[in-house]
């Protein structure tokens, strides 16, 4: 088995929808550590964050944050440990397009 730690999604959604963060890869499992939200504006902003298994469409019972407010110039640090299979999805969505930046970290195992 090998196993790869680091950055496994960077995303800044460039609208107000749902964006792919992070899918699992075919055959690899994958355990995700942390998540930081960055709001890069000076207007505040809100977020969302879900987890779509086997890549699901979007439903309320995904959702980890919903509308989550972010101040100006301001992170969001979520330490967390989801244990994820192959085709599941991190999703994300920003209160204001282009304003906020989302970073998953962790370890994949294939």
């Known amino acids: 088995m090998a196993e790869a730690l680091g950055i496994l999604g960077q995303v800044i959604p460039a609208d107000t929808n749902l964006a ?19 709001n890069q504006t000076a207007s505040p902003s809100s977020f969302r964050i879900s987890v779509a298994k086997n890549g699901e469409l979007d439903t309320p019972k995904q959702y980890l944050f919903y509308d989550q407010p972010l101040d100006a110039y301001s992170s969001f640090v979520i ?9 599941d999805k991190i999703r994300v969505r920003s209160g204001n397009a282009s304003a906020l930046s989302f970073n998953v970290f962790g370890i994949e195992v294939s």
């Open 20 to 38: 792919d963060a992070y899918s699992v890869p075919a055959a690899t499992m994958a355990t995700i550590s942390s998540i930081t939200v960055c």
């Open 79 to 87: 330490t967390i440990g989801i244990t994820l299979t192959a085709a």
